[in-house]
Antibody, heavy 118, light 105 residues
Framework: QVQLQESGPGLVKPSETLSLTCTVS????????WSWMRQPPGKGLEWIGY???????NYNPSLKSRVTISVDTSKTQFSLKLSSVTAADTAVYYC????????????WGQGTMVTVSS | DIQMTQSPSSLSASVGDRVTITCRAS??????LNWYQQKPGKAPKLLIY???SLQGGVPSRFSGSGSGTDFTLTISSLQPEDFATYYC????????FGQGTRLDI
């Protein structure tokens, strides 16, 4: 079955760029929407953005100026870049696959903790 | 942005109880409403999509209803494994989650 795995640095310095990759295994990355969410410690879920396999993107308006999501279909990976990070960006970051019709996240990665600290 | 407000924020119940969680959207979202269950240290799990459709493999004691701005998630008879945090999520315009409802024993 399809599985997702996040990877990337667990510690990022303030003002730098957070970079994460989600590797898709057990299936194709073509079709479906591929998304990033995050969850600060003890808090709720926040949608960051998604990308369709063709490259079309949609971002959370509150993060849009700092976010870039890209896809590499040859590697069955998609990536997140979040620039100018602060302590408020400390969170567990999840990648997920959403259905095409209702944008429901039916497959999730296990999540990766990213701490922003000097 | 469309705001999603869940109530209650927390809830205490017992095994066998019938539980209802409410999610209200700040504007009409038709049926673009999904429900998730999250346990500590784990990724969320999709329970209900399109307001009332049960995701494959999810027990039938979970059900969803509503359209427009008001939605409910009902657990007909609580089981020990159901104690978790539940989130609603709208996908009508951009995507937003409710703040979550913690269900405790």
């Amino acid at each position: 079955q399809v599985q997702l795995q996040e990877s990337g640095p667990g510690l990022v310095k303030p003002s730098e760029t957070l970079s994460l990759t989600c590797t898709v295994s057990g299936g194709s990355i073509t079709s479906y929407y591929w998304s990033w969410m995050r969850q600060p410690p003890g808090k709720g879920l926040e949608w960051i953005g998604y990308i369709y396999y063709s490259g079309n993107t949609n971002y959370n308006p509150s993060l849009k100026s700092r976010v870039t999501i890209s896809v590499d279909t040859s590697k069955t990976q998609f990536s997140l870049k979040l620039s100018s990070v602060t302590a408020a960006d400390t969170a567990v970051y999840y990648c997920a696959r959403a259905t095409n019709d209702w944008l429901a996240f039916h497959i999730w990665g296990q999540g990766t903790m990213v701490t922003v600290s000097s | 942005d469309i705001q999603m407000t869940q109530s209650p924020s927390s809830l205490s119940a017992s095994v066998g109880d019938r539980v209802t969680i409410t999610c209200r959207a700040s504007q009409n979202i038709n049926s673009y409403l999904n429900w998730y269950q999250q346990k500590p240290g784990k990724a969320p799990k999709l329970l209900i999509y399109a307001a009332s459709s049960l995701q494959g493999g999810v027990p039938s004691r979970f059900s969803g209803s509503g359209s427009g701005t008001d939605f409910t998630l009902t657990i007909s008879s609580l089981q020990p494994e159901d104690f978790a945090t539940y989130y609603c999520q709208q996908s009508y315009s951009a995507l937003t989650f409710g703040q979550g409802t913690r269900l405790d024993i």
